[in-house]
């Protein structure tokens, strides 16, 4: 399988582009590549310090994606997780309820929203 070399740089990019887009000026947004151990088998994740409105990505890196056969799709999960921002009001309160039914809907549904903008965006582009 073909190697993607990818950077933290290119995980920035990525944030700079959908930051506006998605109303998160006003956010300080750490990101950085991880391996999968640090992830727990996630391919990404987010913690928040809501107060200072400070967001620290983690995005597992492409050897380990490899490694699994996850989706190489970095773009996806990175609008996934700032989607986790955009919702971090709603994502504390789901939190605090505990309920794993919330949990279930509110992962699919961020989903669903970001690959309907990546989608999008990946046709605009070819227009
Ligand atoms: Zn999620």
Do not use: C
């Not at 190697?3 to 998160?24: E, F, H, N, S, Y």
């Not at 994740?45 to 492409?62: E, G, Y």
Request: aromatic share 4%; net charge negative; charged share 30%.
């Amino acid at each position: 399988m073909e190697t993607i070399k990818k950077t933290d740089d290119d995980l920035k990019k990525i944030v700079a582009k959908w930051q506006p887009r998605l109303g998160l000026l006003d956010w300080d947004i750490n990101i950085k590549f991880v391996d999968a151990r640090t992830l727990n088998d996630n391919v990404a994740s987010t913690k928040l310090s809501t107060h200072l409105q400070r967001a620290f990505i983690t995005v597992l890196d492409i050897e380990d994606r490899q490694k699994s056969s996850k989706e190489h799709d970095i773009e996806l999960d990175t609008v996934h997780e700032l989607l986790h921002v955009r919702l971090w009001l709603q994502d504390s309160i789901i939190n605090q309820r505990n309920n794993d039914y919330e949990d279930i809907i509110r992962e699919q549904s961020i989903e669903h929203i970001a690959r309907a903008l990546i989608t999008t965006d990946r046709q605009n582009n070819t227009l």
